[in-house]
Every structure is written in C-alpha cells, then in structure tokens.
C-alpha cells in the first residue's frame, strides 16, 4: 500500500488491542468509538483479523449509516493485517461515530483484535 498519507499531518483516533469475535453471517457490532472531526478529509485504519473458515468481514461504519465506508476481509486462519482508509470529506465538522462490526461468510467464527485509526 502506498504511503501517500505519510506526508499529511495525522491524528491518532483510536488503538485497541481487545479480540471480539463473530459467529455466521449476521453482522454484529463489536467496537465503536467517537472522534471530533476538525478539517479532516481521510480515516485511515490498520487492524488484525482471522477467520475458523470461509471469509471472515470488518466493515467499517460512520455514525448511523446503513452502507459500509470501508469492507475489509481475509480467509487466514490466523491473525493477518489489513488497512485501508475511506474519505470523510463529506461528513460535517463535529462530532461522529465509528463502528466496527463483524460478519463470516458461513457458519465460522470472524476475529478480529489489534485496532489503529488515524484522521489525516
């Protein structure tokens, strides 16, 4: 992944390193936290998850929205980084949560543990 945003001023949001887990195909919240939004146009976000099988999902959520701002999944079973980022240009200065909520593609168990986000 590239490192475009290293160039940018970034603002630590969020470390986590509790595990939560999901087991089947409802999407369940597991991790939510509030940040102040003040000019910032990313979120950047780098975390661990894993899978007992099929495709285990993190889907990221900004405030009460029924659409994922960002899906991240993986089919390691064993605990695997994954990052990406999603714009926030569009949400108001303020105040605003983020919710992190889990899924499997079958009948398995989705873990998820270790959390960084970032506003840039």
């Known amino acids: ?6 160039r940018r001023v970034v603002s630590p949001l969020v470390w986590d390193d509790t595990k939560v887990s999901v087991t ?8 939510n936290f509030r940040f ?7 979120i950047y976000v780098r975390l661990t998850a894993w899978a007992s099988g ?3 999902y ?3 959520y900004v405030d009460d929205e029924t659409s994922a701002r960002l899906t991240l999944s993986t089919t390691s ?4 980084k994954l990052e990406s980022y999603f714009s ?3 949400l108001a200065d303020g105040v605003h949560t983020v919710r992190l909520k889990l899924s499997n593609s079958g009948s398995y168990t989705t873990y998820q543990q270790l959390l960084e986000v970032y506003a840039i």
């Open 1 to 6: 992944m590239s490192l475009w945003w290293a």
């Open 54 to 56: 099929g495709t285990g």
């Open 24 to 31: 089947g195909t409802t999407e369940t919240e597991k991790k």
């Open 36 to 42: 102040f939004k003040i000019g910032h146009s990313t």
């Open 58 to 60: 993190v889907k990221v």
């Open 77 to 80: 079973t064993s605990e695997t």
């Open 88 to 90: 926030i240009a569009d």
